[in-house]
T-cell receptor
Framework: AQKITQTQPGMFVQEKEAVTLDCTYD???????LFWYKQPSSGEMIFLIY??????QNATEGRYSLNFQKARKSANLVISASQLGDSAMYFC???????????????FGQGTTLQVKP | GAVVSQHPSWVICKSGTSVKIECRSL??????MFWYRQFPKQSLMLMAT?????????EQGVEKDKFLINHASLTLSTLTVTSAHPEDSSFYIC???????????????FGPGTRLTVL
């Protein structure tokens, strides 16, 4: 069964510094996608970045980059130049490929609460 | 990106009443929608997969008779919490993917969520 693990319940980072949020996963499906979402106190889920299992290069989106280490089954999120507005809960999620009976549902990790200090 | 709406954004009800939450895909058709539940400071837990024109698929441990899901059209799925009790108080979020995205390489779009409080 697929599983997503985020081992950092909470993280602090100084404004303008970089921070890495850890995520490990487990799946037997060779085709899968890894996502990171940000959830501020308002509750909305904001999509940040995506990495496909067959992608050769690490995904980047502005200040967000995904450190994808397939052999280690890790997909850590790196936020560069942290801003006060980055304070939120961050979720790593995995979606297995549809076609082998999977529905394409997302499975989420436990989440990491990030606080950016001024 | 695609837009998913939810209504209501929050609801307070008395114990024993039923509450209906709507999830709409505004600019695309969604054959599949997902319903999640989230308690404070916790992760999103998938409750069920809503399939247009057929029965929903519930995750293990989710009571089908308590959480009724209807996906009557390609743009609307509803979740009805029947005979709600205080322990059903939670944040309910739906998500959907545009059609033709039957592989892992596509984003799910989330609704803004509905906060349910049962007194």
């Amino acid at each position: 069964a697929q599983k997503i693990t985020q081992t950092q319940p909470g993280m602090f980072v100084q404004e303008k510094e970089a921070v890495t949020l850890d995520c490990t996963y487990d799946t037997s499906d060779p085709s899968y996608g890894l996502f990171w979402y940000k959830q501020p106190s308002s509750g909305e889920m904001i999509f940040l970045i995506y990495q496909g299992s067959y992608d050769q290069q690490n995904a980047t989106e502005g200040r967000y980059s995904l450190n994808f280490q397939k052999a280690r089954k890790s997909a850590n999120l790196v936020i560069s130049a942290s801003q006060l507005g980055d304070s939120a809960m961050y979720f790593c999620a995995m979606r297995e490929g549809v076609g082998s009976g999977n529905t394409g549902k997302l499975i989420f990790g436990q989440g990491t609460t990030l606080q950016v200090k001024p | 990106g695609a837009v998913v709406s939810q209504h209501p954004s929050w609801v307070i009800c008395k114990s024993g009443t039923s509450v209906k939450i709507e999830c709409r895909s505004l600019d695309f058709q969604a054959t599949t929608m997902f319903w999640y539940r989230q308690f404070p400071k916790q992760s999103l837990m998938l409750m069920a997969t809503s399939n247009e024109g057929s029965k929903a698929t519930y995750e293990q441990g989710v009571e089908k008779d308590k959480f009724l899901i209807n996906h009557a059209s390609l743009t609307l799925s509803t979740l009805t919490v029947t005979s709600a009790h205080p322990e059903d108080s939670s944040f309910y979020i739906c998500s959907a993917s545009p059609p033709g995205t039957s592989n892992s390489y596509n984003e799910q779009f989330f609704g803004p969520g509905t906060r349910l409080t049962v007194l």
